[in-house]
């Protein structure tokens, strides 16, 4: 399986992962279609664009964000995931998720208020 293939695959494997552990769907088409934006979506919730990298770091540029948010419908809530895989294995390493501070303001009031 050439480069591009085996690349193509665990980013649609990181995309279902995401897509599972929170209950939505995987974008078709990755957000390619117009109406089908970003690459996972919990309907009302999350709007999420995922990305995976074999490198010890990653680049995430404010145009990036703006984009997920842009595409996010009515109370949904952007996210960036970010997976970091083995170069040799493309086995996980680590994962995260970059919400706005807001958002995250907001849950960790509501986890205080709960106690």
Known sequence: MNFAKKNRRRAIE??????NDLGGVRQKGSGCLSWLKGDVRVKGRFRIESKFTRN??????LEDLDKVWAE??????????????????????EEWVLVPRSTFKEETNATEHNQ
């Open 14 to 19: 990181c995309e279902e992962k995401i897509a």
């Open 56 to 61: 010890k770091s990653f680049t995430v540029k």
């Open 72 to 93: 996010c419908g009515p109370n949904e809530i952007p996210m960036f995931d970010i997976t970091w895989v083995d170069p040799a294995t493309l086995k996980t390493i």
